[in-house]
């Protein structure tokens, strides 16, 4: 069974510092799709970053990146200026690409963003 | 595009009552899904529809849960003989089918708190 993995319950970094949140997962699938969503306060989860384990170059948007290691089963997210509405839970997630609809989510971090 | 719609928003029920919830997806999407997130962690997933065909349960989803789509639109997700542990957050989520260039993208909802007294 697929599973996902988020070590850090929480995270605190200072305005305009970068923070990096961990992921490890595990599956038998060699093609599959992670994830990093966000979820603010208001609870709506929001899509920040997607990579594709068959691209072996890190995906990113912006201010947001990833550190994919696919031998390692590692997919860490960084976060470069860290700016107050960064503050949220990010989950990490899994999908197979032909494994049918069911997202996998870690149990999340929360992160806090220090003026 | 509106986005992902649920209502209600809130729900307050008392033990042994039956609720339902409904999900709008996005207008081109053909695939819906329902998860369930307790306080403090990450959502489960419930299951999912490819237009109106579920094709997945989770066995979270016991008898008392029965989820429709029917016409491929919006889905609702009915609870029967509510139980205190039924609390939570019921997300809806929704995508293109994957080979539809969707690229498994799925976007979701602001969800339904639903609080069993």
């Known amino acids: 069974a697929q599973t996902v993995t988020q070590s850090q319950p929480e995270m605190s970094v200072q305005e305009a510092e970068t923070v990096t949140l961990s992921c490890t997962y595990d599956?038998?699938?060699?093609?599959?799709?992670l994830f990093w969503y966000k979820q603010p306060p208001s609870r709506q989860m929001i899509l920040v970053i997607r990579?594709?384990?068959?691209k072996q170059q890190n995906a990113t948007e912006n201010r947001f990146s990833v550190n994919f290691q696919k031998a390692a089963k590692s997919f860490s997210l960084k976060i470069s200026d860290s700016q107050l509405g960064d503050a949220a839970m990010y989950f990490c997630?899994?999908?197979?690409?032909w494994g049918g609809g069911k997202l996998i989510f870690g149990q999340g971090t929360e992160l806090s963003v220090k003026p | 595009d509106t986005g992902v719609s649920q209502n209600p928003r809130h729900k307050i029920t008392k033990r042994g009552q039956n609720v339902t919830f409904r999900c709008d997806p996005i207008?081109?999407?053909?695939?819906l899904y329902w998860y369930r997130q307790t306080l403090g962690q990450g959502p489960e997933f419930l299951t999912y529809?490819?237009?109106?065909?579920?094709?997945?349960k989770s066995r979270l989803l016991s008898d008392r849960f029965s989820a429709e789509r029917p016409k491929g639109s919006f889905s609702t997700l009915e609870i029967q003989r509510t139980e205190q542990g039924d609390s939570a957050m019921y997300l809806c989520?929704?995508?293109?089918?994957?080979?539809?260039?969707?690229?498994?993208?799925?976007?979701f909802g602001a969800g339904t708190r639903l609080s069993v007294l």
């Open positions: 207008s081109e999407h053909n695939r």
């Open positions: 529809f490819q237009n109106e065909a579920q094709l997945e």
């Open positions: 990579q594709e384990a068959y």
């Open positions: 997630a899994y999908i197979a690409r």
């Open positions: 599956t038998s699938e060699s093609d599959y799709y």
């Open positions: 989520a929704s995508s293109l089918k994957p080979d539809s260039g969707g690229e498994n993208i799925q976007y």
